[in-house]
């Protein structure tokens, strides 16, 4: 009875051993340390002289001992069906064998090369939570003589807590491997991402956005978001307020973030952060700094188009090659410039232009046309380009009407003021060009070219002999969708192109006050052109006469 109570302490005791040490292996989450405690505590356990853990590579297909105690740095390799660790691995059996020079599965080249004499294996597969062996335990010459079934018993015990410890630290480093990309992922993003718990409070922030909040990370972790947006900032809470109730994301573009005395433009989008469960688990903050971008854009637009200078930005390169459109060519000219500023001066003419190009620019892109060029008094402008439009012809009509409608205003104040009136004359054209970065590679122009550009400038240029304010050719009336009051004035021909083109003066500008007997005119006007087209031109006659009456 003495005997049997204390074999029973003895078995007692290694069963707490055994618990005690499983619940230290499994709470290991480090590959390397987890393997040489295993194969330490399993040597010990089971009085043995050497132990081996074989892991399984499956790209080789071959047995590797990750940990080896007594091999040192030595390491094994062999095909994953071969020996005794093979015979194992293959078949998810345990193999004891008490003589191992008498199994004919055993390969003693091992002990040749290692100078070690094995006695007794024994040997058990590593078997994972899905029932696959991805590996095998061995256990060589136990010192009290050959293993026991209680031996066998208490490896696979072992090796079963074994392989759920292997598990877990490799889903340990698998988490581990994500979260390092996850962080690098996100410092490499030049948007901030801040993200806030469901009480508000930060709990993480990139570079990138403790830049753009001017902030250092000791100073704003686990802060409320009130400490961060206050004052002027104070929108970002309500957005985030509404974001945590809706969980909807909400996006703001194009906004303004004061940052001490400093105000930096930004996108601002905040989005709503749920767990597996929908549950959620608080708001993430993406911040896009777009103060280069504006200030960058503004500088271009200073030297041109503001469509041109979005396209850049936004395209890049792409923009910068030659392209056949269609698009509407508009010119415009002051009359009469010379004598409008021979009196004035360098500065007064300076000023007056500045003046009078600020007024007709802001029309041209009112309208979404492009600003080409300023030549002298003159102005170039473009509409189809960059960014062509359904309506891009009815866009151009529009303009010239609107300019001379501008300019009339403004001419007003000038007679106030005791100043001269500026008048101009526009032509229109609607033809193909060649679009695109044009002249030296050091300096290029975005710009326009072909015989569409030129019958523009010789429309502009025609109305003075017509005595008209907006010349249009027929390419552009074909194509308009709107209705105007225009007339046809005549058939010209440009340059050392023999066929004509056919003009219309546009006259919708006008008002009851400027032109009252406008429809009357037009239909006069229209029945004398009949007549003199028909070559009958002493009944066409009467009918010019009378409406250049009703012009005058």
């Known amino acids: 009875s003495a005997q049997f109570i204390e074999r029973m302490k003895a078995r007692h005791k290694q069963e707490m051993e055994f618990i005690d040490i499983v619940s230290e292996v499994t709470a290991d989450i480090k590959l390397s340390s987890l393997l040489q405690r295993v194969m330490g505590e399993a040597t010990r356990m089971l009085n043995a002289e050497r132990s081996t853990l074989f892991l399984n590579d499956e790209k080789t297909s ?233 200030r960058i854009k503004a500088t271009m637009s200073r030297y041109m188009d503001a469509n041109i200078a979005d396209q850049l930005l936004s395209t890049g390169a792409d923009l910068l090659g030659g392209q056949a459109i269609t698009a509407t060519v508009l010119f415009s000219d002051i009359r009469g410039f010379t004598g409008l500023t021979e009196n004035l001066g360098a500065a007064a003419t300076v000023s007056l232009l500045n003046e009078y190009f600020t007024l007709m620019v802001e029309v041209i892109q009112h309208h979404g046309g492009m600003l080409d060029k300023f030549i002298g008094d003159a102005i170039m402008a473009g509409f189809g380009v960059p960014v062509p439009h359904e309506d891009d012809e009815d866009r151009a009509v529009r303009c010239a009407i609107n300019m001379i409608a501008q300019l009339t205003e403004w001419n007003a104040k000038r007679v ?83 066929q004509s083109v056919a003009v219309y003066e546009i006259l919708y500008f006008h008002t009851d006050a400027s032109f009252p007997a406008l429809a009357e005119f037009l239909q006069i006007f229209r029945l004398g052109m009949d007549q003199y087209r028909g070559r009958r031109f002493k009944e066409a006659m009467p009918a010019f006469a009378e409406a250049l009456r009703l012009r005058a």
Request: proline share 3%; hydrophobic share 40%.
């Open 62 to 294: 071959q047995l590797w001992s990750e940990v080896g105690q007594g091999l040192e740095s030595m390491q094994i390799r062999l095909p994953n069906h071969l020996g005794i660790a093979g015979a194992v691995f293959t078949s998810g059996k345990s193999i004891n064998i008490p003589y191992a020079y008498a199994d004919i599965r055993f390969n003693p080249a091992f002990d040749k090369k290692t100078g070690f004499f094995t006695r007794s294996i024994l040997c058990v597969p590593v078997v994972n939570q899905q029932g696959k062996v991805i590996g095998v335990t061995q256990v060589l010459n136990k010192r009290s003589g050959p293993f026991t079934l209680e031996d066998e018993q208490r490896l696979k015990a072992f090796t079963a807590q074994v392989a759920i410890a292997l598990e877990n630290a490799k889903l340990f480093a698998d988490v581990q491997a994500m979260k390092n990309y996850n962080e690098n992922m996100l410092e490499s993003m030049t948007n901030g991402v801040i993200t806030l718990d469901v009480e508000t409070k930060l709990v993480t922030c990139n570079t990138s956005g403790l830049r753009i909040l001017r902030l250092h990370s000791a100073d704003v972790m686990h802060r409320p978001a009130a400490d961060l947006f206050e004052g002027g900032n104070a929108w970002v809470l309500d957005k985030i307020s509404r974001v945590s109730e809706t969980q909807v994301l909400e996006s703001t573009m194009d906004t303004a973030l004061e940052i001490g005395a400093e105000k930096v433009s930004i996108n601002l989008t905040v989005l709503p952060l749920k767990g597996v469960d929908r549950k959620s688990l608080g708001t993430m903050l993406l911040i896009d700094d777009i103060s280069s971008e504006k």
């Open 416 to 498: 106030l003021e005791g100043k001269l009136p500026v008048h101009i004359g526009v032509g229109l054209n609607t033809d193909s060009v060649v679009a695109g970065n044009i002249g030296s590679l050091k300096r290029m122009d975005f710009t326009m070219i072909g015989d569409g550009v030129n019958l523009a400038s010789r429309l502009e240029s025609a109305c003075k002999m017509y005595g008209a304010q907006i010349l249009v050719s027929e390419n552009t009336v074909r194509k308009l969708r709107g209705t105007y009051r225009a007339r046809l004035i005549d058939n010209v021909v440009v340059n050392v192109k023999t």
